[in-house]
């Protein structure tokens, strides 16, 4: 079992630029999320999926996209990156929204 | 909005000793919470969970309190060891439940 595993680990972009994170996790988990943590803070939520064909924003979803590809899968997009989503991201999935995550190792962008 | 805090961002504790974290929420409808460990450049990691019909739940060397009357929950680690290094946060539900992270707290262990 790998759990959760999140391409790419590093990823630098210009600003402007489009680019897909991707997650994908063999728990057989019905729920999955994604997260943004910056420097010293907790996560944020940005988008999650409470079971396959559903997605709803988190707290902060403006200038993401996702797709939950299928029950293993679900991908975050930035369609024109900004320095402000410099971040690490982290996908997470769950047997239901009230129940333990499992995180993946992270993806560490950087906006120039 | 909805919060969930911790107290202190950085707790030192003497390897042996006892660690206790804190930490509050401010939605008294709240009903789940989550304690997790993130190590330097890893993914959170879940150490024990409350529902809020339990006041207290006991894990392998760890033990989480709630106390619904002042809306608050402790993280207490015995026998603190160098693994234990690590940023510890409490997370909990709003009504929709989306897990609400609180900054976290770095505990450090000296030696």
């Known amino acids: 079992n790998a759990g959760v595993t999140q391409t790419p680990k590093f990823q630098v972009l210009k600003t402007g630029q489009s680019m897909t994170l991707q997650c994908a996790q063999d728990?057989?988990?019905?729920?999955m999320y994604w997260y943004r943590q910056d420097p010293g803070m907790g996560l944020r939520l940005i988008y999650y999926s409470a079971s396959e064909g559903t997605t709803d924003k988190g707290e902060v979803p403006n200038g993401y996209n996702v797709s939950r590809l299928n029950k293993r899968e679900f991908s975050l997009r930035l369609e024109s990156a900004a320095p402000s989503q410099t971040s690490v991201y982290f996908c997470?999935?769950?047997?239901?929204?009230?129940?333990?995550?499992?995180f993946g190792p992270g993806t560490r962008l950087t906006v120039l | 909005g909805e919060s969930v805090g911790l107290h202190l961002p950085t707790l030192s504790v003497q390897e042996g000793d006892n660690s206790i974290i804190n930490c509050a929420y401010s939605n008294s409808a709240s009903d789940y919470f989550i304690w997790y460990k993130q190590e330097s450049g890893k993914g959170p990691q879940f150490i024990i969970d409350?529902?809020?019909n339990m006041d207290k739940r006991q894990g392998q060397r760890v033990t989480v309190l709630l106390n619904k009357t002042v809306k608050h929950l402790s993280l207490q680690i015995a026998a603190t060891q160098p693994g234990d290094s690590a940023v510890y946060f409490c997370?909990?539900?709003?009504?929709?439940?989306?897990?609400?992270w609180g900054a976290g707290t770095k505990l450090i262990i000296k030696p």
């Open positions: 409350i529902r809020s």
């Open positions: 997470a999935s769950s047997d239901g929204v009230q129940n333990e995550q499992f």
């Open positions: 997370a909990g539900p709003p009504p929709n439940y989306q897990l609400i």
């Open positions: 728990m057989n988990h019905n729920s």
